[in-house]
């Protein structure tokens, strides 16, 4: 019941800024969802379950938005700096995405095993809340690759003059391995900015300074 799960998780979500996970009582989730408690054991299995699933939707938010981020607008700059500046907006708005990010799991969150569980539910989506959850440092590769590969990818418009150009109408960039690590060092900059946030427009400042010439013109 893809609705009803929807449902659930967003009143475990409510209920959550509300109180510590500990707090949370099913009954409570099942009845502000306006669902049978029935229902929701059948979708989670367990309290745990439903813990897992929460945040594996929250995982998948956050990457969500980074693809959003990286699909905008504008040169290699812009996306990255729209990449980091979503990552700490993100973390920002959800304990449990920074949870996520940072590895600091605040006592009032739940805080699953990030490997695999064992799995007996029937429900696909539970299978794959069962299933391995990514670490701080698995979150740094999947965004920079993603990052990587949207920048590698990306031509200067005919006739913009942007950048000292290759002669042959791509902007002039640093190699693949350069690219890659530039792209893990937005990605670093901004869970740095997640640790200790910056004054306003302080993540942007940051990326485009760190960025190399290439990606800034």
């Not at 367990?46 to 594996?56: F, P």
């Not at 998948?60 to 907006?89: K, N």
């Not at 989506?125 to 590698?152: C, I, K």
């Not at 993540?203 to 960025?211: E, G, N, Q």
Request: aromatic share 4%; charged share 20%; net charge neutral.
């Amino acid at each position: 019941m893809p609705g009803a799960r929807e449902s659930l998780l967003d009143a475990a979500h409510k209920a959550l800024s509300r109180q510590p996970w500990s707090a949370v009582r099913m009954v409570d989730v099942a009845t502000s969802a306006g669902v049978s408690r029935q229902t929701l054991y059948n979708e989670f299995g367990s309290k745990e379950g439903l813990g897992r699933a929460l945040v594996r939707r929250e995982a998948d938010g956050f990457l969500a938005g980074i693809e959003r981020a990286l699909a905008g607008p504008g040169g290699p700059c812009a996306q990255l700096t729209a990449a980091a500046e979503w990552t700490t907006s993100a973390a920002r708005r959800s304990p449990l995405v920074r949870a996520l990010l940072t590895g600091c799991w605040e006592p009032r969150l739940p805080a699953p095993a990030l490997a695999a569980v064992e799995s007996t539910s029937a429900v696909p989506a539970q299978r794959r809340a069962d299933g391995p959850l990514p670490s701080p440092g698995e979150f740094v590769a999947l965004v920079r690759d993603r990052a990587a590969a949207t920048v590698s990818g990306r031509e200067a418009a005919p006739g913009s003059g942007a950048g000292a150009g290759s002669g042959d109408g791509r902007p002039e960039q640093p190699d693949a391995v350069d690219l890659t690590r530039v792209c893990e060092l937005a990605v670093r900059l901004a869970l740095s900015c997640v640790a200790a946030p910056p004054g306003e427009g302080g993540v942007a400042d940051l990326v485009r300074t760190a960025l190399p010439r290439q990606l800034t013109h």
